[in-house]
């Protein structure tokens, strides 16, 4: 429940019952369901589940939902600078990942109201006794948009050739080697696949949701390599080119302006009426540049749909009676927001650090990142930020994961507690100024990503809350795309406060970050084909917990290993995590079918969404 830290008359408005979860076992592989999320000023119903049917030997995917009108456009927005690719398997920001999202599905999904995986290509799927065999069966008949069959071998092509491969992203291969191997991939027949996983693997009914590939499609920049498939599917690539299985195929997209989407004709869901879906002719993604842009143009009627700031939710709801839209509460945000501290102490080909040497010490000092955080006024941030529309955070699950440690105990600010930790490793202030004890003036860059207003003004209180104890912070929002570079490739960075995607259900898919050879293990990002002796103990720690918890089969067993890495987040401050905010949005009351989740968001469900008379 949201901290009562706001006005007493939104409070009453806003709070709903949040997500709480159970536990379902689905043979000895662990799947979990969880409650319809969130609250809202609109009334919620529970999502009515699409149902398999077959007519003329066609296998489609049947809409529950009430029956709507086709025809016209839902135009949604993206912040920053537009995706950098349509390749689902070549993306590696939320951006392009949505966009590919919307044109390639998988084999699975996610149920918006239980979490249990299910069917989408696939028209059903089985899981053996025990546990490390899946056997996928497709629907048959149902076509990519050129008119193709979708079939068995487009989803070994996929797995096999792509995906295990190592092409593009390597994220799902990389969360997938299971003591050094890779699970396998075979065709039993033209609509039934085998997959077999060294182990039982609890995350790897999830991981089927991987968007499929049309093998007669992407064959060739897979022939052509790393570099060709690289650059396959690039923003420049004509949209009339594109071989897509979602709901929507691309139309146009102008750089930096807007990305247009068009139905696909051959899509494999049909309403109850036997109709092919999706309802709308188009469905539109705007390039807004930053959050206040993204704003100005809902007030202008140019989008439909809007997550709104914590700062502009009072305005809305006061405006909503009276307006085209309402407000939906999705609970607390499945993501996490941080800030953290390079602790890479390596050299480059030149023989320099990448990190200042002086920085890097403070970095890697335990007592300097405890009392940076100590430091940190979150409470303060969740009321003037998010206007109390939240609550501190201090671990690296979500506050609606199922997997929360519930005993890690939250702390207010406590600056006295600060300069103790500081002054046990010998820093001091002299005029107002830290210094450590060599006499260096500490003082540091600290990134964002710039047209973010919320993550901007979140620098600004940190930059004031580490100035209290003398820290000199010189704040740089930079373009996302550079931030990254920092990141990942120069790791030329001192801190930075950024924010990661999860999933309430499966802490595996933060294994990029937390095992010490992650490709996003960006606090101490070790470089290629480098020895272990620059991990550092609870390091080795995290590996294990990720690679255990991944193996355990019962939930009770997962858990375990999943409050244990938390704890050691917790006390280790690699990531110093800020609050967790929870998720408004607007949407215009026009549009029926709407089912929000605080799973899947409000327009997941977008081929069944329709806009009303």
């Known amino acids: 429940m949201i901290r009562r830290v706001f006005r007493v008359l939104l409070v009453?408005?806003?709070i709903g019952v949040l997500c709480k979860a159970c536990l379902v076992k689905d043979s000895d592989i662990i799947t979990e369901t969880r409650t319809s999320s969130g609250s809202s000023s609109a009334e919620l119903t529970s999502y009515p589940a699409p149902e398999n049917v077959t007519i003329d030997g066609i296998d489609y995917l049947e809409s529950q939902a009430p029956v709507?009108?086709?025809?016209?456009?839902?135009?949604?927005?993206?912040?920053?600078?537009?995706?950098?690719?349509?390749?689902?398997?070549?993306?590696k920001d939320n951006t392009s990942s949505t966009m590919a999202g919307v044109m390639f599905d998988g084999l699975l999904t996610t149920n918006p109201v239980t979490g249990q995986p299910s069917p989408k290509l696939a028209k059903s799927y089985e899981i053996s006794p025990d546990g490390k065999t899946y056997t996928i069966h497709l629907r048959r008949g149902i076509k990519w948009s050129d008119g193709k069959p979708i079939t068995a071998d487009d989803v070994v092509f996929t797995w096999?050739?792509?995906?295990?491969?190592g092409l593009g992203d390597t994220s799902t291969r990389d969360s997938l080697v299971i003591d050094d191997k890779l699970p396998t991939v075979r065709k039993i027949d033209d609509y039934t696949v085998e997959f077999t996983t060294p182990k039982p693997y609890a995350p790897f009914i999830r991981m089927l949701s991987a968007s499929i590939a049309p093998k007669h499609y992407f064959l060739s920049a897979v022939k052509g390599g790393a570099e060709t498939f690289d650059r396959f599917l690039g923003t420049t690539t004509p949209p009339k080119d594109i071989v897509v299985s979602g709901a929507f195929k691309l139309k146009e997209y102008v750089p930096a302006q807007r990305v247009v989407f068009e139905r696909n004709p051959n899509y494999y869901e049909i309403n109850k009426e036997k109709q092919k879906l999706p309802y709308l002719d188009r469905f539109i993604y705007l390039i807004v540049g930053d959050l206040n842009n993204e704003v100005l143009k809902f007030e202008a009627k140019e989008l439909d749909v809007i997550s709104l700031q914590g700062s502009k939710v009072a305005r809305y709801k006061s405006l909503e009676a009276h307006s085209d839209f309402k407000l939906y509460n999705l609970g607390p945000a499945t993501g996490t927001m941080y800030l953290s501290m390079n602790l890479n102490n390596r050299k480059g080909k030149n023989g320099k650090f990448y990190v200042n040497p002086t920085k890097q010490k403070w970095f890697q000092d335990l007592n300097f990142r405890q009392a940076v955080d100590y430091a940190i006024d979150r409470k303060n941030m969740v009321f003037n930020i998010a206007n109390g529309i939240g609550e501190p955070l201090f671990t690296p699950e979500s506050l609606n994961s199922i997997y929360l440690n519930k005993n890690i105990k939250p702390y207010s600010r406590n600056l006295e507690k600060s300069r103790e930790?500081?002054?046990?490793?010998?820093?001091?202030?002299?005029?107002g100024k830290l210094y450590d004890k060599d006499g260096n003036r500490v003082e540091f860059d600290l990134y964002t990503n710039a047209g973010n207003t919320e993550r901007e003004a979140i620098g600004v209180m940190v930059k004031q809350d580490l100035e209290d104890l003398g820290m000199k912070v010189n704040f740089k929002p930079i373009e996302f795309n550079s931030l990254v570079n920092k990141l990942v490739s120069t790791f030329d960075w001192d801190m930075v406060?950024?924010?990661?995607?999860?999933?309430?259900?499966?802490?595996?898919?933060?294994?990029?970050?937390?095992?010490?050879?992650?490709r996003l293990h960006m606090f101490n990002m070790r470089l290629p084909d480098e020895g272990k002796d620059k991990i550092l103990p609870w390091e080795k720690e995290l590996d294990e917990c990720f690679t255990k918890g991944a193996l355990a089969t019962k939930f009770e067993d997962r858990k375990k290993y999943y409050d244990k890495y938390q704890e050691i987040v917790y006390l280790q401050k690699p990531f110093i995590y800020i609050y967790s905010p929870v998720i408004i949005v607007a949407i215009r009351d026009k549009f029926k079918n709407i089912y929000p989740s605080g799973l899947n968001g409000i327009i997941y469900n977008i081929e069944e969404i329709y806009r009303g008379k």
Do not use: H, Q
């Not at 096999?160 to 491969?165: G, M």
């Not at 406060?497 to 992650?518: C, F, Q």
């Open 12 to 14: 009453i408005l806003l």
């Open 497 to 518: 406060i950024m924010g990661l995607t999860g999933s309430p259900l499966e802490p595996n898919g933060g294994k990029n970050v937390w095992l010490s050879d992650g």
């Open 68 to 91: 709507g009108n086709f025809g016209g456009e839902l135009i949604a927005s993206t912040i920053g600078e537009g995706p950098k690719t349509f390749n689902p398997f070549n993306s």
């Open 421 to 431: 930790l500081l002054k046990k490793s010998g820093f001091y202030t002299k005029k």
């Open 160 to 165: 096999r050739d792509i995906i295990f491969a």
